[in-house]
C-alpha cells in the first residue's frame, strides 16, 4: 500500500470499485459470509455492484439440489449487479421464471452460461429478445429445449459468436435427429465463430448447412456425432484454418475418459452439496454450518475472522 504523510493507507479507506475487483477473486462463500462483516465499508463494497458485474455459481449450483435456494441466491446476486451483470454461470435452473429474472436484467450481459437446466421452448422464446448483447451462450443438456428457442436466440443475439449445444448421449438415445437444430443455427447464427454440438444425431448433411452458413468458424466440435461422415481430410482441404474435434473419438482410453467425463457431471450424488440457509430478509444465515453470531460493530474488523491483512499477501490468488 502507498503511504500518506507517513502511515499506510486503511484498506477500508480505498475506493468500493477498488475493493469489488479485489474480493472477486474470493471464494463465493468468503465473499457472502466473511467480508461483509470486516466493517462497514467492506460490507457495502460486497452488497454494491462492485463484486457483481462477474456471477459465477455453476460450482455451488451443481450442487445445490432446492431450487428456491437457487433462484433466491441469483436474485440477490443479480440485484446487486444493478445492471451491471456482464457474465453469469450457472447450472441446474429449473424454471422458466428465474430465466425470465435473468433476462430481465441482461442489458450488459455478454456471457451466460445455464447447463443442465430445465427450461422450455416457449421460455426461451418469451424473452430471447431481452439477451441481444449476449455474445457467448451455452444451452448443453437442456434437454426440453428444440430449434424454436435456438431459431429465437438466433434471430434476437446478433452479436453471438460462441454457442455450446452440447448434449449427454444418455439424452439422445431416444432421439431420431437433431438436423432442425442445425436448420435453425445454420440459418440464423452465421456469426459464429465456435459451435459446440457434441452427441448430437446430426447427419452430414446437416453440418454442411452450418459449414456452408457459418463462413467464420473457427471451432466445431462433433465429439460423439456418430452419424456425420466427414473426415480429417475434408476439414483439412475445405476448412484448413478450422479446428474440428470429432465426430470419432480417437483411441479407446479417450472414449472411456470421455464417457466417464459425462457421466460424473450427469449422476451427482450431492453428497458434498453446499446448505445455505437463508433468514427472511434474503440473506444468509449459515454457510457449511458456520454460525456467525456478531452483530454490526465498528470495531468488528478483519482480526475477529482471522483475515490476514498483510499487504503482501492480499489479494489471494484466483
Known amino acids: 500500500m502507498e503511504e500518506e504523510d507517513g502511515e499506510f493507507r486503511q484498506w477500508d479507506e480505498l475506493i468500493p470499485d477498488a475493493l469489488g475487483l ?28 462492485y463484486c457483481w458485474q462477474e456471477i459465477d455459481i455453476e460450482l455451488w449450483s451443481n450442487r445445490c439440489h432446492q431450487s428456491d435456494h437457487l433462484d433466491r441466491m441469483l436474485q440477490m446476486l443479480i440485484l446487486r449487479s444493478s445492471g451491471s451483470l456482464r457474465k453469469l454461470s450457472v447450472t441446474g435452473l429449473q424454471n422458466d421464471s428465474i430465466f425470465s ?22 421460455g426461451v422464446v418469451n424473452v430471447a429478445e431481452k439477451l441481444s448483447s449476449l455474445t457467448f451462450l451455452d444451452l448443453s443438456y437442456c434437454c426440453k429445449l428444440g430449434p424454436e428457442a435456438i431459431q429465437a436466440i438466433g434471430r434476437h443475439c446478433k452479436s453471438l459468436i460462441e454457442f455450446s449445444r452440447n448434449m449427454h448421449p444418455l439424452d439422445v438415445a431416444s432421439v431420431d435427429s437433431h438436423d432442425d437444430e442445425a436448420d435453425a443455427i445454420a440459418s440464423t447464427m452465421p456469426k459464429l465463430k465456435r ?40 476439414f483439412k482441404e475445405k476448412f ?18 470421455d464417457w466417464e467425463d459425462c ?56
Not at 111 to 122: A, F, H, I, Y
Not at 206 to 219: A, D, M, N, P, Q
Request: aromatic share 12%.
Open 101 to 122: 429474472f435473468i433476462a430481465q436484467h441482461a442489458g450488459s450481459l455478454k456471457t451466460l452460461k445455464v447447463p443442465r437446466s430445465g427450461l422450455s421452448n416457449s
Open 22 to 49: 479485489i474480493f472477486s477473486h474470493l471464494p463465493l462463500q468468503e465473499i457472502l459470509t466473511v467480508v461483509p462483516r470486516v466493517c462497514k465499508a467492506w460490507n457495502r463494497a460486497v452488497t454494491g455492484p
Open 263 to 318: 457421466c460424473s457431471d450427469y449422476f451427482s450424488d450431492g453428497s458434498d452439496y453446499l446448505a445455505w440457509e437463508f433468514l427472511e430478509d434474503g440473506e444468509m444465515g449459515e454457510f457449511y454450518e458456520e454460525d456467525f453470531e456478531h452483530g454490526w460493530d465498528d470495531h468488528f474488523y478483519a482480526d475477529s475472522v482471522n483475515i490476514d491483512m498483510e499487504p503482501h499477501l492480499w489479494p489471494p490468488s484466483p
Open 240 to 257: 484448413p484454418d478450422m479446428k474440428v474435434l470429432g465426430p470419432r473419438v480417437i483411441g479407446f482410453y479417450d472414449m472411456i475418459n
Open 195 to 234: 459451435l459446440e454440438i457434441a452427441y448430437h444425431r446430426v447427419s452430414t448433411e446437416g453440418v454442411l448447412k452450418i459449414l456452408s452458413s457459418c463462413v467464420s468458424l473457427e471451432f466445431l466440435e462433433l465429439r460423439g456425432c456418430w452419424d456425420v461422415q466427414l473426415d480429417n481430410k475434408f
